[in-house]
């Protein structure tokens, strides 16, 4: 009998549960959970019964650069030339016969336009409380790799195995 929570029925929904089990593993990066399980999965083992489950979050900002006018004018036309090449290219494809290749560019260059204004605006009421650009993300200190209690020992002889060339 597994501890895992029976499969949901179709169209229901499913919440996250963390899954129970025997740690057979434990690595400090992602990765190297990854190709465990990949080693898994090589020796025939039923990688259903695996998870990795990520320990000790702790959220990450890396600065990217600085923000200033330009760069915010800048990018605020990029996002709004996407946009317009979008919108052109749609009405293109809903009404092929009154539009062509210059309405294209000119639904570019007006969404450019719109974006390049609301950027600045958006930048000029900020300023001072953000002039740099980031990535955030959400990384583990830990990762493990728990399988079902009946296949753990199988899991950590397959794992401790030297890998197959």
């Not at 919440?15 to 129970?20: A, G, H, K, L, S």
């Not at 052109?88 to 390049?116: D, H, K, R, Y």
Request: hydrophobic share 45%; aromatic share 10%.
């Amino acid at each position: 009998m597994s501890d895992r929570p029976p499969q949901p029925r179709r169209g229901s929904t499913r919440f996250p549960v963390i899954p129970r089990g025997e740690v057979v593993a434990t690595f400090e990066a992602y990765s190297d959970a990854q190709a465990a399980v990949d080693r898994l999965a090589r020796a025939d083992f039923p990688v259903k019964e695996v998870s990795i489950v990520g320990s000790d979050l702790k959220s990450v900002e890396s600065v990217t650069g600085a923000m200033s006018y330009p760069r915010a004018a800048l990018t605020g036309a990029l996002s709004g030339l996407w946009v317009g090449i979008f919108f052109g290219l749609l009405f293109v494809l809903l009404a092929p016969e009154s539009a062509n290749v210059l309405f294209i560019g000119a639904a570019a260059l007006i969404g450019a336009g719109f974006g390049l204004f609301f950027n600045i605006v958006v930048y000029s009421l900020g300023r001072r409380r953000r002039d740099f650009t980031s990535v955030m993300q959400v990384v583990a200190s830990s990762y493990s790799v728990i399988v079902s209690p009946e296949h753990a020992n199988r899991a950590r002889t397959a794992l401790d195995a030297p890998p197959a060339p």
